[in-house]
């Protein structure tokens, strides 16, 4: 195994337990996780890629309103002491089969040691709280 991959496998561990501890908290916020990472090599990806996603969604009379919130980590070109993550996240409404009326981004690079002082749970909540004040509420 090259330093790299050693270097990947290694904030993938820890990245996976964070999100394990991670989980009761999302679900009872009714947040959903989706693993889509590329975690070995082959022809059509060449670099390894740790990446959830987490999604909350919400009725809004007849429309969905959505908050994905996204944090991933890629395969360095070289080991570093304090890696670094992209969180980011999508806010949208929208009608089946319609394009989005409300459709925004934001991201932002946090370092390994941030995620792992105030948890997966913590950074994502917070991502999805500041896009839900963006949309509309639940509808009753």
């Known amino acids: 195994m090259n330093p790299t991959e050693a270097a990947f496998r290694s ?3 820890l990245l996976d337990g964070l999100v ?3 989980k009761p908290e999302l679900r009872a916020n009714e947040v959903t996780l989706e693993d889509q990472s590329a975690r070995t090599y082959h022809y059509k ?8 996603a987490f999604l909350k969604q919400w ?3 007849t429309e969905q309103a959505r ?3 996204t944090l991933t980590f890629s395969e360095p070109l070289q080991p570093e002491p304090n ?23 934001e991201r932002e690079r946090l370092q390994l040691t ?4 105030q ?5 994502v909540l917070d991502a999805i709280q500041k896009g839900e004040a963006s949309l509309p509420a639940k509808s009753s």
Do not use: C, K, Y
Request: a negative charge; proline letters at 2%.
């Open 11 to 13: 904030v993938e561990h």
């Open 20 to 22: 394990l501890a991670a």
């Open 45 to 52: 990806n060449e670099h390894l890629l740790w990446q959830f």
């Open 59 to 61: 009725l809004v009379q």
């Open 67 to 69: 908050v994905t919130v």
């Open 83 to 105: 890696p670094q993550l992209e969180l980011s996240w999508r806010v949208e409404l929208f009608q089946l089969g319609q394009m989005s009326r409300i459709d925004r981004n």
């Open 114 to 117: 941030e995620i792992e002082q």
């Open 119 to 123: 948890g997966v749970a913590a950074w």
